[in-house]
């Protein structure tokens, strides 16, 4: 089944499910008329890809661990919010609430008749309403979702409540008189070294006087988590995980550092990959 369009909607694809990211790129080059920009597996994922390739359409599972689907159209910026398609396994409520607001969605399992469907009001929408009204429409969608009116979620988009806690975007190091101040999303891992924290970032080792736990309340959960009881890591930074011929974990990083893993730590660390 092939749709022949005159334009091409760019997409990117955000589920942490590999084989849902899989399927749903089958289907959308079965119908055409769609150039898939990314995918990603996470909402954090997504509010880095989405600014950087600005793309026409997300389509956008709405249960994912960390920033959820309806957390992520919350965060986005009005001048980068794309056309959102929910991919979803909600209930009849929910899907009923899309619906109404005209919201578009997709059930899972996908059907492409109701996928080609999807696509047909995004073009339309596009042709006819502005990025402030198809960003009113999600909102509406939350609000019932949440229970809450629009104008309330307004307010907290504005006052920054949706996005919850706030973290520094750097992070103050005394060293020798001198104060440094390293960007968070720059740094790779934290050790620690007895009273002292180890804070390895761009090829460069930072030492804090702090304690791990008054260091990780300055470091988003959603970014950064705790892989030993000595070793932070930043999830962005994480290439793979390995399991160790002695039952152990590591994590690799990018830059091929590897990282040992407490077994206790496995399940919550997967949760956020």
């Not at 229970?147 to 006052?159: F, I, N, R, V, Y």
Request: aromatic share 6%.
């Amino acid at each position: 089944m092939t749709t022949v369009t005159a334009e091409k909607l760019k997409a990117i694809i955000v589920d942490d499910e590999p084989l849902a990211r899989r399927g749903l790129r089958l289907r959308l080059e079965n119908l055409g008329g769609v150039e898939i920009l990314a995918e990603c597996r996470n909402g954090r994922e997504a509010l880095e890809k989405i600014p950087e390739l600005r793309p026409d359409i997300a389509f956008v599972d709405i249960q994912m661990p960390g920033i959820n689907g309806l957390q992520l159209v919350q965060a986005l910026p009005l001048e980068e919010l794309p056309q959102v398609v929910f991919v979803t396994a909600y209930d009849e409520y929910a899907v009923d609430a899309f619906e109404v607001n005209a919201v578009d969605y997709v059930l899972k399992p996908i059907e492409e008749e109701r996928l080609q469907r999807a696509i047909v009001r995004v073009r339309e929408k596009r042709a006819t309403e502005d990025l402030a009204a198809q960003r009113e429409q999600l909102l509406e969608a939350v609000a019932d979702l949440t229970q809450e009116s629009p104008e309330a979620l307004e307010k907290k988009l504005a006052s920054g409540d949706l996005s919850g806690p706030r973290y520094p975007e750097k992070i103050a190091i005394k060293d020798t008189g001198k104060i440094a101040l390293v960007p968070a999303r720059e740094i790779d891992w934290i050790d620690a070294a007895g009273d002292y924290m180890c804070i390895h970032a761009n090829g460069e080792t930072h030492v804090m006087r702090i304690t791990m736990k008054e260091l990780e309340q300055q470091l988003d959960p959603r970014v950064f988590q705790r892989i030993h009881r000595s070793t932070i890591v930043n999830l962005g930074r994480v290439s793979e995980i390995c399991a160790h011929i002695n039952g152990e974990y590591y994590l690799v990083l990018h830059n091929g550092e590897r990282l040992k893993m407490s077994r206790s730590y496995k399940s919550k660390v997967q949760h956020f990959l």
